[in-house]
């Protein structure tokens, strides 16, 4: 896709509706008093959420969900090949934000508000639930969209919803073992969702409205929101005998199209804020959430449904990557048309499906047939066992993340891991990651020094001599080099060359940008080995900083 049109279908997708989204200014605002050294709205929000949280939430707490060094999120467009007409699904990459571990944080505990007898959880329990559900013969199947749900939920009604609910009987501190108000609730929540900071085409904006997709709290807000109006239909006796909902899409069954019809009409007059689409089964079929359901009489079976945009891409065999995954894809597939499959012949034909599928994809016919057969064995001898309660003493294994070099280096370390982890009384397992093509050759959106310098390994080189250091942080660079005016770094600036260290910046520079602290370690101790800076005093950091 063209950049242009791709920036042009991701702006009408959002940022053009200023109702929700609004331009925000990089400049320094003109205030009393010394301005600070260092501004920019990003750093701005990291205070404005460790001033709130600080005063409401234990330092415990606190401590943990106040980020040091936050990135700046960013939006991206997904396009939905699936829509006739060519659009772009707006997501927020809020991974190490601001606000982000504060955000995940009220997520799990306020997960439980965000359910009710309507909701689904997961497509597999739900084609197990349908199957069994017996519905009036005479019923027609219809499905419930929501259109856009996230940007259009309304943020601060949602708010005052989840904060009533979460205060019924003290509900949320009896649970958690928390002391907080109402009101202190309240606030965690708007410094959470309210004017998320982002960047989109070298611009900075402010979601005002809605919630982000891309959020941890996304998905619960919209939730929340929906089952308040499932309970205020419910308690006015409007909802159908058959409702099911899965985020933005629900399905029910109605007696005929007039009363579909009428009950989308009723959806749409619950709030002015969200808008509802409706399809029809068309010969007692209807595609739903990946599955194919169909109602044969006063029941229903399901099957697995291939949209007509599917190209079956899929991880190519070829792909440098281990061998594992290529199996455990084959097993995925087979699992998952195994459990959405309601007979034997749908799942027969899925299997068919899938050989063609794998077999476009360069997998040998082999391993294809041989996952089959053991897929199709295994599972049907485990329905004739009967269950085992697991050893309450075993460990969950300890994930080890590493590069894939090759599938016979793969093989070696998965072995040493193994005799290692037996003699320790450990599950030691390789996680191999590969780098892909597309983050090289992607541009990426170029974003101030100032605020993306975090998480990095850095070095200092004196003007006056060869003097130099080496070091990390995990937090903005340009608060490391103010504390490194009372360190070994100040002291050398002032005792070798009577030097002032007020301005430091331009002796600084950035070897490494790193994924996280252990990466920092690890990459501070290999650069000090090779360049052994004069300023340093230990030589293997890793070990001293870990122990």
């Given amino acids: 896709m063209d950049k242009t049109e791709y920036i042009r279908l991701l702006s009408d997708a959002s940022i053009k509706d200023t109702t929700k989204f609004t331009p925000i200014n990089t400049e320094r605002p003109k205030t009393r008093g010394r301005p600070p050294k260092h501004y920019h709205p990003l750093l701005q929000k990291e205070k404005q959420l460790e001033s709130v949280v600080r005063k409401i939430l234990p330092k415990p707490i606190a401590d943990t969900v106040c980020r040091k060094g936050s990135r700046l999120a960013h939006l991206y467009g ?65 499905s419930y969209d929501v259109c856009a749900l996230f940007t259009n939920v309304p943020l601060d009604e949602t708010i005052e919803i989840i904060a009533e609910k979460a205060f019924k009987n003290n509900w949320f501190n009896e649970t958690h073992g928390l002391n907080l108000t109402k009101t202190g609730l309240t606030e965690l929540l708007r410094i959470a969702t309210k004017d998320q900071l982002f960047q989109f085409d070298g611009q900075l904006y402010e979601q005002v409205d809605g919630v982000a997709m891309g959020s941890p709290l996304g998905p619960l807000m919209a939730n929340v929101f929906l089952c308040s109006i499932e309970e205020q239909l419910d308690r006015n006796n409007k909802l159908p005998s058959f409702y099911k909902r899965y985020v933005d899409d629900t399905l029910a069954t109605m007696p005929n199209i007039q009363a579909a019809t009428a009950f989308l009409s009723t959806l749409n007059e619950c709030h002015p ?24 009489g006063c029941h229903l079976t399901t099957s697995v449904y291939h949209k007509p945009t599917d190209t079956g891409l899929l991880l190519h065999y070829q792909s440098h990557v281990d061998q594992r995954y290529k199996r455990s894809l084959l097993n995925t597939m087979l699992n998952r048309a195994y459990r959405l499959s309601s007979t034997k012949e749908s799942f027969t034909k899925e299997c068919q499906h899938l050989k063609r599928m794998f077999t476009k994809l360069k997998y040998p016919v082999k391993l294809i047939n041989s996952a089959i057969a053991w897929y199709t064995s295994s599972t049907i001898q485990s329905r004739h066992e009967t269950p085992t309660e697991l050893d309450a003493a075993t460990q969950k294994p300890v994930r080890i993340t590493l590069p894939f070099k090759d599938q016979k280096s793969a093989d070696t370390v998965r072995h040493q891991l193994k005799d290692l982890g037996r003699k320790i009384g450990t599950d030691l ?119």
């Fill in 78 to 142: 997904l396009p939905k090949t699936h829509k006739q007409q060519l659009s772009m699904r707006p997501i927020l990459s809020s991974t190490g934000t601001y606000n982000f571990a504060l955000a995940k944080w009220l997520e799990e505990k306020l997960k439980p508000l965000s359910l009710n007898q309507h909701t689904i959880c997961d497509i597999f329990s739900f084609a197990e639930v349908i199957r069994e559900t017996p519905l009036n013969p005479n019923d027609i199947l219809v």
């Fill in 429 to 547: 397992q390789p996680v191999f990651t590969s780098r892909k093509i597309e983050g090289k050759l992607k541009i990426q959106e170029e974003k101030p020094a100032l605020i993306n310098h975090q998480c990095v390994v850095y070095t200092f080189k004196c003007d006056s001599c060869d003097a130099d250091y080496i070091g990390y942080t995990t937090r903005h660079l340009h608060q490391r080099i103010e504390e490194h005016k009372a360190s070994v770094i100040g002291k050398h600036l002032k005792e070798a060359h009577s030097v002032a260290s007020t301005s430091l910046e331009e002796m600084f520079s950035v070897l490494k940008k790193c994924r996280g602290k252990m990466d920092c370690l690890i990459h501070e101790m290999l650069f000090i080995r090779e360049q052994k800076p004069k300023l340093n005093t230990q030589s293997d950091s890793i070990r001293a900083k870990i122990i």
């Fill in 273 to 296: 804020a969200i808008q509802f689409t409706m399809e029809i089964a068309e010969n007692n079929k209807l595609p739903f959430l990946g599955m194919m359901i169909e109602k044969n």
